[in-house]
Antibody
Framework: QVQLVQSGAELKEPGASVRISCKAS????????IHWLRQAPGERPEWMGW????????YYAHDLRGRFTISADTSANTVYMELTTLKSEETAIFFC??????????WGQGTLVTVSS | DILMTQSPSTLSASVGDRVTITCRAS??????LAWYQQKPGKAPKLLIS???TLESGVPSRFSGSESGTEFTLTISSLQPDDFATYYC?????????FGAGTRVEIK
């Protein structure tokens, strides 16, 4: 069974960067396609991008390009996301999720990122 | 971007009720539609994919259908565990997009 375990909550000031980890298990790590999504309070999930771990290829939402990076450490079975130049309105819960044919069958537990001065 | 317009935003119902939630897509696509259930403080849970295919372990009271660009999630007999927020998601093209959600609350 696939399990995705994310790092803990973060408090960041506006303009700072945040890096969140997502440790994957239950499958061959190179077979994972991991997406990142975020969900602001009371809002719908927003898709951010994905990484194909085996191909080390990535694809990002257009409006995040330049500020958003997904990477993978195969030695640690862990995927990372980094979002730079945070804005206060970007306070959200960030989720990693396993792709199954375009939809998401396993999710991490979520990481709350609070952006506040 | 494909806009998913979901309705209603809130639905009040009683245990045993038949409940219907609708998502309308801004453009047509073929069958790449999923439904999720989300409870407070938890990640979404995949219920249905390919419009009408139930994921393993999902009760048969959940079903999905489509008519043109309109997609429907039906709960045939609402159970206490079903009070939650439901989202549709299209995975036909990028960016992947979700409906705004339907909160099913106790009447």
């Amino acid at each position: 069974q696939v399990q995705l375990v994310q790092s803990g909550a973060e408090l960041k000031e506006p303009g700072a960067s945040v890096r969140i980890s997502c440790k994957a298990s239950g499958n061959i790590f190179s077979d994972f396609i991991i997406h990142w999504l975020r969900q602001a309070p009371g809002e719908r999930p927003e898709w951010m991008g994905w990484i194909n771990v085996g191909l080390q290829s990535t694809y990002y939402a257009h409006d995040l390009r330049g500020r958003f990076t997904i990477s993978a450490d195969t030695s640690a079975n862990t995927v990372y996301m980094e979002l730079t130049t945070l804005k206060s309105e970007e306070t959200a819960i960030f989720f990693c999720a396993n792709e199954k044919g375009g939809r998401f069958d396993y999710w991490g537990q979520g990481t709350l990122v609070t952006v506040s001065s | 971007d494909i806009l998913m317009t979901q309705s209603p935003s809130t639905l009040s119902a009683s245990v045993g009720d038949r409940v219907t939630i609708t998502c309308r897509a801004s453009q047509s696509f073929v069958r790449f539609l999923a439904w999720y259930q989300q409870k407070p403080g938890k990640a979404p849970k995949l219920l249905i994919s390919q419009v009408s295919t139930l994921e393993s372990g999902v009760p048969s009271r959940f079903s999905g259908s489509e008519s043109g660009t309109e997609f429907t999630l039906t709960i045939s007999s609402l159970q206490p565990d079903d009070f939650a927020t439901y989202y549709c998601q299209q995975y036909y093209n990028y960016p992947l997009t979700f409906g705004a959600g339907t909160r099913v609350e106790i009447k």
